[in-house]
């Protein structure tokens, strides 16, 4: 499934070093999401898109900087991270605006190191 | 905030038997119910959800049950395969996708 694609899949950098995560859906979604994964911790909702705004934020630390051009792409900002923000950072996106939620679509993520 | 608890951690079992994977939420609020399977380095998919109308859904060998009284729902896997063993992960939401909050993850291992 190509649905949700992400790049780049792996990501080395400094903790001073400015970088951006790329999110792209083929699925004609209207919300996109990111989410951070680390080892033996639930998903953790970061930032909602809804119609192209931002419809939550879930005090993301401002290191974390995201942008919705549209509602086909979505990118993650980043700069001066910290060693903990080594983690798997995913991408989904859903088809929202009825009365019921409809499931994610999540794409293969990008596995990111801080030295 | 919606909270949810998954258990077991870690779940290992013989190929052909059984597997129960369960979770508790805590907002009473929370109507839809999905289930993720996330093999090594893939991304998470959608193996079924259940909304809160319903009390049970089945998909070949995969079922999942919810009793909202108690605020917990299961996933359950008949005759596992080796080809099952993955993280498998709960998740809970209310009216949008804006409150999804998911479980910890449990990682079955399907012995052949």
């Known amino acids: 499934e190509t649905g949700v694609t992400q790049t780049p899949r792996h990501l080395v950098m400094g903790m001073t070093n400015k970088k951006s995560l790329k999110c792209e859906q083929h699925?004609?979604?209207?919300?996109m999401y990111w989410y951070k994964q680390s080892a033996k911790k639930p998903l953790e909702l970061m930032f909602v898109?809804?119609?192209?705004?931002?419809?939550e934020n879930n005090s993301v630390p401002s290191r974390f900087s995201p942008e919705c051009p549209n509602s086909s792409h979505l990118f993650l900002h980043l700069h001066t991270l910290q060693p903990e923000d080594s983690a798997l950072y995913l991408c989904?996106?859903?088809?929202?605006?009825?009365?019921?939620?409809?499931?994610?679509?999540f794409g293969d993520g990008t596995r990111l190191s801080i030295l | 905030g919606e909270n949810v608890e998954q258990h077991p951690s870690t779940l290992s079992v013989q190929e052909g038997d059984s597997a129960v994977i369960k979770c508790t939420y805590s907002?009473?609020?929370?109507?839809?119910f999905p289930w993720y399977k996330q093999e090594l380095g893939k991304r998470p998919q959608l193996i079924i959800d259940?909304?809160?109308?319903?009390g049970e859904k089945k998909d070949q060998r995969i079922a999942v049950t919810l009793n909202k009284t108690a605020k917990h729902f299961s996933l359950h896997i008949t005759e596992t395969q080796p080809e099952d063993s993955a993280v498998y992960f709960c998740?809970?939401?209310?009216?949008?996708?804006?409150?999804?909050?998911f479980g910890a993850g449990t990682r079955l291992t399907v012995k052949p």
């Open positions: 989904a996106s859903s088809q929202e605006g009825g009365n019921s939620n409809q499931p994610q679509h």
């Open positions: 699925l004609g979604h209207n919300a």
């Open positions: 898109y809804n119609f192209k705004e931002q419809t």
């Open positions: 907002d009473s609020a929370s109507n839809y």
């Open positions: 259940i909304r809160s109308n319903v």
């Open positions: 998740a809970a939401s209310g009216w949008n996708n804006n409150d999804m909050r």
